[in-house]
């Protein structure tokens, strides 16, 4: 049997470092944190060989004086903590004291620093955990960590290192989280001599846009929000923009980087209903919280965390998160489009009648207009000099629907009706007309809007029901004539005993035979679907699930597929006020740029768009 003893500091070094160097990317991690938390405001990055050759970081921070150079290649030496109570409020990126000993172990490493009060900088270096005298160096006020060959004198380990584009990648990624973390510094990043990043000081959104692309800021909204001692600000993508990955996924901690799961099933359970399929989101996103109420302590990497209060976080995340995602027509004003200009002329089908007058625009144009010259959220008659044979073209092809009162289930709309003068022109503008029987044609201030009527109304019927269920109970439209269809046994069985869920649901099935079912009153939201497809839709649930799991975890999924039932299909005629009364509860109700299943409801065209599709001013 071994005796016990004790391992060589050296080894033990090592064994250290695998667990906190684990690659050149876990080595960059930590001397730009430790460059950070010394001040500073400029930090050049320099690679060779994907960070295996050589990793050197230079910074214009407050240095280490000329006696404390040999500490800062010792194990469990540090500035930054002192006792119990500091480790439990930790402020700084840094603490533990490893990381640079860790580098002693498995590389060559040279430390170079001056402070400010120095005349000249002091340098010493290790090789093998054996430290060299500091000797003096010629350097600018800050400090220099280099670091060649990694892992020379451990193979095992450096065999396990991937390619060097393959480490380069990694330590690109460690480099974009440290700049998005401390848009106020200015970093750089070279590669085999060549320059990769330059990013000067930034705000946030400037340094996320210069990170992340213009698409990515295009396609998100901004998140700011505090509540107590908690807040939370960044950029969240739209469903619209969202990944086959999650490599824009990038959440931080009182400044740092951290994967965590509360955290993490808080951003799921926002996205939950309006993102499409096995899609992720993009999301940059600063967690500030007191220091005493989140252990960083908890993993050799400082990667995750632990909350105090875990479930207060996860739900001050995800509402904040809902509210942003689900706002009427969030990301609208994201969108970079023209100013609106005095050619803006809403079009509508034109009436029985039309003026012939030669100053029909300049009419149209006075009407668009108040006193104050404002725009007017009024839609006119096309002024357009029209023989009356292709009118009666038009009104034999599609029917002469002028003055009705129309609905499309949930939206309600008169012909007649006008959005009231004073509140400027709706966001989604004017309808136009129908496309293809599956789009509608509309004209707002920027342009022209294109909408997916079925996905549209689809958002918006499911969010009257899930409304309706959170009442307690969904209204029900008994029907003139039950309808009755053949069922299964199990199908007769489910609809007797579960009743009262049913009659939540706004469902009245009653058993006919052994056999068979009649349907007699449905949800009144759900008026244009079909019966029986809707009834054994919900008889399948209940079957499949229960009623107490259909109401909760499977809620959505059910009210999706009531909502799909009552939407309007394709080929479906619509007027102009069903159009625009589908365009008005757009605006009006939350999550609507996104269908039940994340696919997007409606695109915005610029007229600057359109007229570079026409070559216009070319």
Known sequence: MSAIRLLPDLLINQIAAGEVIERPASALKELMENSLDAGATEIAVQLEGGGIKLLRVRDNGGGIAHGELPFALMRHATSKISSLDDLQRVASMGFRGEALASMAAVAQVTLTSRITESTHAWQIQAVDGTQSDAAPAAHAHGTSVELRELYFNTPARRKFLKSEATEFAYCEEAFKRIALSRPDAALSLQHNNRMVWQLPAHSLQQRITA??????????????????????????????????????????????????????????????????HQRHPAFVLFLELPPEQVDV????????????????????????????????????????????????????RAQDKLRPESSAFNQLDSGLRRNDNTLTSQQHTMPLHTAAQPLAFYDALFGNRGGAQLSVAGCQANESDEPPSDTGIPPLGFALAQLAGIYILAQNQYGMVIVDMHAAHERIVYEKLKAALDEQRIPAQPLLIPVSFAAAALDVATAEEEQATLAQLGFDLAPLSPTTLAVRAMPALLKQAHAEAAARDVLHELREYGASRALTERRNELLATLACHAAVRANQQLTLAEMNGILREME???????????RPTWFQISLAELDAMFMRGK
């Open 588 to 598: 009006r109700t939350e999550r609507s740029g996104q269908c039940n299943h994340g």
């Open 297 to 348: 302590n908890v993993h050799p990497a400082k990667s995750e965390v632990r909350f105090r209060d875990s479930q207060a976080i996860h739900q001050f995340i995800f509402h904040t998160l809902q509210q942003a995602l689900g706002a009427p027509m969030a990301g609208a004003e994201t969108k970079e489009t023209p100013e609106p200009d005095s050619s803006f002329r809403p079009l509508v």
């Open 211 to 276: 990170l992340l692309g213009d698409e990515f800021a295009q396609g998100a909204v901004s998140v700011d929000r505090q509540a107590a001692n908690l807040r939370l600000y960044g950029m969240v993508s739209l469903p619209a923009y969202s990944r086959a990955t999650r490599d824009a996924q990038f959440f931080f901690v009182n400044g740092r980087f951290v994967r965590d799961k509360v955290l993490a099933h808080a951003l799921r359970q926002a996205y939950q209903d309006i993102l499409h």
